[in-house]
């Protein structure tokens, strides 16, 4: 855990209010979401259930919590208000693991789950479940006003929480699966059956599906998502980098096209649009949305916060751009680019204006697949400006998109080895 990272018992989240970034209070926190792990591994903490004040409970995901502090939950201010619906791999803390009888490790005695506590983990948005507040004793219906020795232990010292090891449901498969990356999970879908595919698939969170679905082959992603309730299947798509849920909308027919687009926020459903009014296998096609976008009076310091997202792909963490307001594509007049490089170069307090890369041009968002890949070897650049004729910036095209459409259509089905000759990739 972060040294010095505040560590919060759940009883005391029961009910706080929930604030968005303007003061204005938007519900009150009901439950937590966590997914167990095989083995003794502390749970991850997905996110809250927030009671609306129209009784409506919905979800809110830890990664749009900015702040858990004073009493009261702090969010981004973007809120899915679509019903809270558990899945399989989840589990409500307050709902189903307090008040659990479980087992000591050490000693193997039963023991009466009075709280957990969740911390959050170093330099990411992630929250695990990482200590238990029991009693010693038998239960009862009276337990908490009953006599018994209190401890405090961690995670791994209880038994009675977490997946079996040898189960052969798609919960137990998606804990085993849990550290690969979105890549190698993929791959692994990809050779499951239809129905086991679907089932895990139902079981991840949207975040996790999102990232998934952006690695498969076009076909095991039109299948996945058909298999979806249309509400989720438009929660996934607003996860999905605009480009690529641009390009999975692109093969669905028009009908369930605009019905998932009705169904997304209207903030990610116009990002969407915007790029399917391109042709596929252009810049205008090919790029992003939200690249890191900063005005002409930011400072090195904070060129280097934006840089710093967890979120952000390597390609686009490697430069900003700097733009005259409104600063979200498409911005104000481009101004020019800074490279990562040059930020670890300069001062903190310097202006990005002062150190724009003003000689290199950018893409027309009509430039076609040839061309964006002969900037990309000519400049030896990993991502790239889209500027359109009036000067604004419209987004970023990068190398990974571009290696994507210019690769063989079945390029995922071909094994790759690693320097010492594991198999890292392929049909195995």
Known sequence: MAAGAPRIFVSHLSGIAVFDPNGDMVGRVRDLVAMLRVGRRPPRLLGLVVELSTRRRIFLPM?????IESGQVITTGVLNVRRF??????????????????????????????????????????WEIDRVFVRKGKSGGTFRRAKGETLTV???????????????????????????????LANVLHHLSAKRRAEVASALSNERLADVLEELPEDDQIEILGKLKEERAADVLEE?????????????????????????????????????????RTAGGL?????????????????????????????????????????ETPTGKYLGTVHFQRLLRDPPYTLVSSMLDEALQALAPSAALPVVAGFFATYDMVAA?????????????????????????DWREQEFHLADGEVSHGAG
């Open 287 to 327: 790029m992003t949305t939200e690249p890191i976008v900063l005005r002409p009076d930011a400072t090195v310091a904070d060129a280097l916060a934006r840089v710093r997202n967890p979120d952000l792909s390597p390609a686009l963490a490697a430069q900003v751009y700097v733009c005259r307001p409104p600063d």
């Open 154 to 184: 961690e995670w791994s010292a209880v038994d009675g929480f977490s997946l079996d090891e040898h189960g052969q449901g798609a919960e137990n498969l998606l804990a085993t699966f849990e550290q690969l990356r979105p890549a190698d």
């Open 63 to 67: 990664t749009r919590v900015t702040g």
């Open 240 to 280: 999905m980098d605009p480009d690529d849920a641009a390009d999975l909308l692109r093969e669905l027919p028009e009908d369930d096209k605009e019905r998932l687009l009705a169904l997304m926020q209207p903030s990610d459903a116009a990002d969407v649009r915007r790029l399917m009014a391109y042709e596929e």
């Open 385 to 409: 400006p889209v500027v359109d004729e009036s000067g604004s910036l419209l987004g970023a095209v990068t190398v990974d998109d571009v290696l994507d459409h210019m690769l063989p259509e």
């Open 85 to 126: 619906e558990q899945r399989p791999t989840e589990r409500l803390v307050l709902g189903e693991m307090l008040d659990r009888r479980v087992r000591l490790v050490e000693s193997g005695e039963e023991v009466t789950v009075l709280d957990v506590s969740i911390q959050q983990l170093p330099a990411r948005r992630d």
